[in-house]
Nanobody, 124 residues
Framework: QVQLVESGGGLVQAGGSLRLSCAAS????????MGWFRQAPGKEREVVAA????????YYGDSVKGRFTISRDNAKSTVYLQMNSLKPEDTAVYYC?????????????????WGQGTQVTVSS
């Protein structure tokens, strides 16, 4: 079992930045791959970014490449999502997820543990 708690969401103007955090507890954090996903009203949940157990491999959804950065601190059992150059279309609930494998995937079906989500709103 892995418990995940997101934080860091809020309201920001277009062009601004936010950093999301996801604190994990339970299963050994350093042995699981992590991902960030988001869901806007009326839309399907989509992948934002994913990171392998060691942080050595990262993957990004096309809509955030070059603007968002995923990272992790295994000593703190925390994964981060640095979001820069935010756009109104980035507005969504952002979810942290974990999978019981060391290698990451961009497929949300590959993740078995989910946090409650944190709202990010970008105003124009």
């Amino acid at each position: 079992q892995v418990q995940l708690v997101e934080s860091g969401g809020g309201l920001v103007q277009a062009g601004g930045s936010l950093r999301l955090s996801c604190a994990a507890s339970g299963r050994t954090f350093s042995s699981v791959a992590m991902g960030w996903f988001r869901q806007a009203p009326g839309k399907e949940r989509e992948v934002v970014a994913a990171i392998s157990w060691s942080g050595g491999r990262t993957y990004y959804g096309d809509s955030v490449k070059g603007r968002f950065t995923i990272s992790r601190d295994n000593a703190k059992s925390t994964v981060y999502l640095q979001m820069n150059s935010l756009k109104p279309e980035d507005t969504a609930v952002y979810y942290c997820a974990a999978r019981s494998f060391r290698l990451a995937t961009l497929d949300l079906d590959g993740y078995g543990y989910w946090g409650q989500g944190t709202q990010v709103t970008v105003s124009s």
